[in-house]
């Protein structure tokens, strides 16, 4: 059975930051591009960040770029989001996520597997 479980998700204050984890197991976790997407309410569903297998290709939103940063340990099958300087803006759920299917690596149909999300909360 897969499972990608999130933590990590909180309230801060704005400029502050937050890093979300996500372990996954059930898969080889060295195969997979791992992301995060997450959703506001009343919004659609967003691409954050995504990371290739082989820890050396990164992608991000240009919402996030500079602020951001998506990163591995396949040791640790564990892949985290360091969020810096926070916006109120970016408070949603995030959801990571896992695929091997080949593709924008912003699309969602990418991938295959979703955690059950995490709360992030911004106070402005």
């Known amino acids: 059975q897969v499972q990608l479980v999130e933590s990590g998700g909180g309230l801060v204050q704005a400029g502050g930051s937050l890093r979300l984890s996500c372990t996954v197991s059930g898969v080889i976790f060295s195969n997979y591009a791992m992301g995060w997407f997450r959703q506001a309410p009343g919004k659609e569903r967003e691409f954050v960040a995504a990371i290739r297998w082989n820890y050396l290709d990164t992608y991000y939103a240009d919402s996030v770029k500079g602020r951001f940063t998506i990163s591995r340990d396949n040791a640790k099958r564990t892949v985290y989001l360091q969020m810096n300087s926070l916006e109120p803006d970016d408070a949603a759920v995030y959801y990571c996520?896992?695929?091997?299917?080949?593709?924008?690596?912003?699309?969602?149909?990418?991938?295959?597997?979703w955690g059950q999300g995490t709360q992030v909360t911004v106070s402005s």
């Open positions: 996520v896992a695929g091997t299917t080949e593709g924008r690596y912003s699309d969602s149909n990418r991938y295959g597997y």
